[in-house]
C-alpha cells in the first residue's frame, strides 16, 4: 500500500462563528479527551504539531516536543485566544508521530488538526469560527468507528457547529508519480472552492470534494 492510498472516515466540524474557538484551552481539553482513545496506534505514540506567529517579532513560538496529553494541550491553547501572544494558525496531531510514519512509509492510523476560519477580508461576517478535521483509518474496528461518529456529533453540538460533514478518503490523490491533495493540507487548502466561504451559504455546495452531512 502507498503513504497516500491508505483510505479513512473523515470528519470536519465547523465551530459556530460565537463558539468557544476550537484552540481555546477550554474548549479544547474537553475535545482532546473525547478524541484520545482514537489517537492511540499500535505503531507508536501519538505527536502534535502546532504553528503560531509572535505578534510582536512575527517569529514562530516555539512550544518544544508536544503529546496528546493535558501538560501539552495546556502548552500551546489559550484561555483567552484574543488576547494570547501570538497569532494560531493551526495545529495537527498524527497518531503515531510524523516521524514514525515516514519510517514506516505508511500515513497515520488518525489524523487531526485544527485551523481557523479562513475569514478573507476582515469586514467579513464569519459563518463559522474554526475547522476541526478528524480522520481515523478505515482498517479500525466497527464499534471504534462507530464510536467516533457519536464522538463528533458529540463535539460539534458542544462547538454548536452550523454544519459538519462526513466522506471517505484516502490519505491523498495519485498525481504524476506521486500525490496530491494530502489529508494535513486541506485545513489550508483544497478544502473550500474558490473565493471565502464567508460569503457564499455554508452549505455542501461551498467544498471542493464531494461530502456528507452529519445529523446533529
Known amino acids: ?57 512575527r517569529k514562530s513560538a516555539k512550544f518544544g516536543r508536544l503529546g496528546w496529553n493535558a501538560e501539552s494541550h495546556r502548552k500551546w491553547t489559550h484561555d483567552e485566544p484574543d488576547a494570547a501572544p501570538w497569532f494560531f494558525i493551526g495545529s495537527e496531531a498524527w497518531g503515531p508521530s510524523w516521524n514514525q510514519c515516514e519510517k514506516d ?16 477580508r476582515q469586514d467579513t461576517a464569519l459563518q463559522f469560527g474554526g475547522k476541526l478535521l478528524v480522520a481515523l483509518t478505515a482498517d479500525a474496528p466497527d464499534e471504534q468507528r462507530a464510536d467516533l ?29 506521486g500525490f496530491t491533495g494530502a489529508m494535513n493540507d486541506l485545513s489550508v487548502t483544497g478544502l473550500f472552492k474558490q473565493g471565502s466561504p464567508h460569503d457564499r451559504p455554508l452549505d455542501l455546495a461551498t467544498f471542493n470534494e464531494a461530502w456528507s452531512p452529519v445529523q446533529l
Open 1 to 57: 500500500m502507498a503513504f497516500h492510498t491508505k483510505m479513512y472516515d473523515v470528519y470536519l466540524v465547523l465551530s459556530g462563528a460565537a463558539a468557544a474557538c476550537p484552540w481555546s484551552t477550554s474548549a479544547w481539553l474537553p475535545i482532546a479527551d473525547a478524541l484520545a482513545a482514537y489517537t492511540l496506534s499500535a505503531r507508536g505514540k501519538p505527536a502534535v504539531r502546532c504553528v503560531q506567529i509572535d505578534k510582536n517579532t
Open 105 to 120: 512509509n505508511e500515513a497515520p492510523d488518525c489524523y487531526v488538526s485544527v485551523s481557523p476560519p479562513n475569514a478573507g
Open 149 to 177: 461518529r457519536a464522538s463528533i456529533i458529540a463535539i460539534a453540538r458542544e462547538l454548536d457547529s452550523p454544519l459538519t460533514v462526513y466522506q471517505r478518503r484516502p490519505w491523498g490523490k495519485a498525481s504524476y508519480g
